[in-house]
């Protein structure tokens, strides 16, 4: 059974930093383009960050650029998102995501082949 796996979500003022996880399971993920998603309380899930499987390429919301570092370790099946400067607009349930068709499909499907579960992201201000 394929699943990916959220962890590190929080509560967090805003300004400080919160570091996610998404382990994943079940198969093998490096050959898979992975992601981050979010979806705001109302709002529909939005793109954030995506990192490819083979160059290490990554790909970033206007929103988030220069704050959120997305990574991956292929030998632990793990990809993060480092998130800094955390603001109060960045409250959502974060979800990672996996696909093999890559980036470019990732940053636009609302389908990927996998989601998590999702994890709370709360920023005070």
């Known amino acids: 059974q394929v699943q990916l796996v959220e962890s590190g979500g929080g509560l967090v003022q805003a300004g400080g930093s919160l570091r996610l996880s998404c382990a994943a399971s079940g198969r093998t993920f490096s050959r898979y383009a992975m992601g981050w998603f979010r979806e705001a309380l109302g709002q529909q899930r939005e793109f954030v960050a995506s990192i490819s499987w083979n160059d290490g390429s990554t790909d970033y919301a206007d929103s988030v650029q220069g704050r959120f570092t997305i990574s991956r370790d292929n030998a632990k099946n793990t990809f993060y998102l480092q998130m800094d400067n955390l603001k109060p607009e960045d409250t959502a349930v974060y979800y990672c995501?996996?696909?093999?068709?890559?980036?470019?499909?990732?940053?636009?499907?609302?389908?990927?082949?996998?989601w998590g579960q999702g994890t709370q992201v709360t920023v005070s201000s």
């Open positions: 995501a996996a696909d093999h068709r890559g980036t470019q499909f990732l940053r636009f499907t609302t389908r990927p082949d996998y």
